[in-house]
DNA sequence: ACAAATTCCGATTGGTTTAGTAGGATATAA
DNA sequence: TTATATCCTACTAAACCAATCGGAATTTGT
């Protein structure tokens, strides 16, 4: 049981959008050498990237040698875009009442909210601030400091 | 589609744990009545308050006029720790590889990695930074702000 | 003209998770 | 001894996830 999860879908996309990033230069990539390279399925790459597509994240060249490239600069690509086209608005939890009106009213629900709203926000704020272009320079100078991802194996 | 929720459970357990909190000079505190204020399932919140016992942030007193108490003060309970003890660790990805080792080569996943790490450390660090007590005392000041939960609304 | 490569699109599916419900056993105050 | 509680184990309906399947449309190269 892991809580605050995101879906393949916005892994994925990211993953994509880097794997486009690093081969910018050489004309447009086929999802099956993406599918190839982050060993994903290309069937299921397929469902996702049209919708980086409409979003104007990624452009669409069709037929033989056809492929996808990066509609921005890297440096112009933030992943809170890649993410929440993929996954939806980031948003820890629901209002019970949509209208927002008569909810939260003397019951402690109101209270936890501007917990919900803090931890929104600060998602948000990060995954905004990383473009495309951080994440490669990363990649090529660190060469990944191996951080965990696990709180029991701290 | 919504990402990065919070479960039920975690929200719940806030709701109950703030609600305890505010009733704290009252002796036990039934499910039922939080149950009836919060307007929760009864059944449901038995599910989860026993969880909060084990992890020792509450009491438990049975029988007729029984229920339960928080079992520290509402300045030393973090929610952080009540949302991990009913939704499990804050961790946006999992690793592909339990072991980590000969994962993250040279495919852009390990380059992206660093992203759910700094996503998970935000969400730990800012939950693990407000206690009950925080909560409380904003609801009687502030009369809740009105923040607005939802993104599409800004 | 044709074959291969590729994007595009909708439907289906198996598995898991979620948010409970059901039904009772145990403990205690009055 | 009754009413009020916690405690515990199943079960379940619905939703969601991560694909898979099958094929249509578009373009390049021969």
Redesign the interface.
Known sequence: ???????TR??YG??IM??LA?HSEEGPISLKSVAD???LSEHYLEQLVPELRKAGLVKSIRGAQGGYVLAKKPEDIY?GDV??VL?????????NNQT?KDC?EK??????????????D???D??DS?SLAD??K??DNGE??????????A
Chains 1, 2 share one sequence.
Request: hydrophobic share 40%; aromatic share 6%.
């Open positions: 049981m892991k809580s605050v999860r995101f879906s916005g892994r990211v993953q880097v794997d690093r390279r982050q060993k992943i993410i929440r996954e939806g608005p980031i948003a820890p939890v629901e209002c927002g939260c019951t402690s629900f109101c209270v936890t909210r501007e917990v919900w709203v803090k931890v929104r600060s998602i948000n990060l995954v990383i994440l490669i990363d990649a990944g400091e191996k951080v965990n991802l696990f709180e029991d194996e």
